[in-house]
C-alpha cells in the first residue's frame, strides 16, 4: 500500500533561493538536499503550514507532492502564496487586508488499498479551496 509522510512547518516554502537571507530562503544548500531527498522518496509528501495569512495549495513545488497553507484564525489577510506550482489562493490580490477566519483541515482516507488526503481551506464555515492525494501501491 502507499504512504504518506505530511512534513509540518511555521512558514512557508518561498520563492527561489537567496543565500544570506536570515530565513528558510537563505540557506540554499539545505533547500536543494531536502527536495532532493524529497524527490527520492517512494512515499507521497505533503508539505504543511501555517501563519501565511491566507488560504493556498500547490503541485510539484520545492520537491513536494503538495503544498498546503493555512492561515491563523482571525488575521488581517495577506497574500503570500507564490511562485512555480501554486493552483489556487484565498484571498486574491483584490481582496486582502481585512481580518477573516481562515483556517484549514485534513481528512485521510485508508481504503486499505489506498490513502487519501483531502485538504480544505476554510473561511469560516465556507470551504474556499480543495485538493487532495491519493497515495496507492
Known amino acids: 500500500r502507499g504512504q504518506q509522510i505530511v512534513v509540518i512547518g511555521d512558514g512557508q516554502m518561498p520563492g527561489p533561493a537567496e543565500d544570506g537571507q536570515d530565513e528558510w530562503r537563505g540557506y540554499a544548500a ?4 531536502l527536495a532532493s531527498a524529497v524527490g527520492a522518496s517512494p512515499a507521497t509528501v505533503i508539505y504543511l503550514n501555517g501563519d501565511t495569512h491566507s488560504l493556498a495549495y500547490g503541485h510539484s513545488q520545492y520537491g513536494y507532492d503538495r503544498v498546503w497553507q493555512a492561515a491563523p ?3 488581517e489577510t495577506k497574500v ?3 511562485g512555480a506550482g501554486y493552483i489556487g489562493q484565498y484571498p486574491t490580490n483584490a ?3 481585512p481580518v ?3 483556517w484549514a483541515h ?3 482516507t485508508d481504503t486499505g488499498s489506498s490513502i487519501t488526503a483531502t485538504w480544505r ?3 469560516g464555515s465556507s470551504v474556499r479551496l480543495q485538493d487532495s492525494i491519493t497515495a496507492s501501491g
Open 30 to 33: 539545505e533547500r536543494a538536499e
Open 73 to 75: 484564525l482571525s488575521n
Open 80 to 82: 503570500k502564496a507564490g
Open 95 to 97: 481582496n486582502e487586508g
Open 100 to 102: 477573516k477566519q481562515l
Open 106 to 108: 485534513i481528512q485521510f
Open 121 to 123: 481551506g476554510y473561511e
